[in-house]
Nanobody, 129 residues
């Protein structure tokens, strides 16, 4: 059974940092791309960042570029999202999702994960001002 479990969310002050983890089971991340997405109440889901595990290519939404870093630990079948200098408007539920193959910016950011097949339950990130 394919399963993705996010962890690492919480409450942080503006300017603070959090590291999210996405633990995958039931499949090997090597042949997949893993994406991070977020959805705030009343807003559409937004593509935050993706990593194609096979070739290591990464993609970031414009609003997080330079502050967020996506990485993977293939031995642990886990993908991470390091988030720095967080802003109150980034308060949202953060999800990870899997895409079989290699993604590009359009699949990750523009389409907001519409083509990603397996999703985790999400982890809440709250940034206080």
């Amino acid at each position: 059974e394919v399963q993705l479990v996010e962890s690492g969310g919480g409450l942080v002050q503006a300017g603070g940092s959090l590291r999210l983890s996405c633990a995958a089971s039931g499949f090997t991340v090597d042949d997949y791309a893993i994406g991070w997405f977020r959805q705030a109440p009343g807003k559409e889901r937004e593509g935050v960042s993706c990593i194609s595990i096979n070739d290591g290519s990464t993609y970031y939404g414009a609003s997080v570029k330079g502050r967020f870093t996506v990485s993977s630990d293939n031995a642990e079948n886990t993908v991470f999202l390091e988030m720095n200098n967080l802003k109150p408007e980034e308060t949202a539920v953060y999800y990870c999702a899997a895409y079989e193959g290699v993604v590009n910016s359009e699949l990750c950011v523009t389409l907001g994960g519409a083509d990603f097949g397996s999703w985790g339950q999400g982890t809440q990130v709250t940034v206080s001002s």
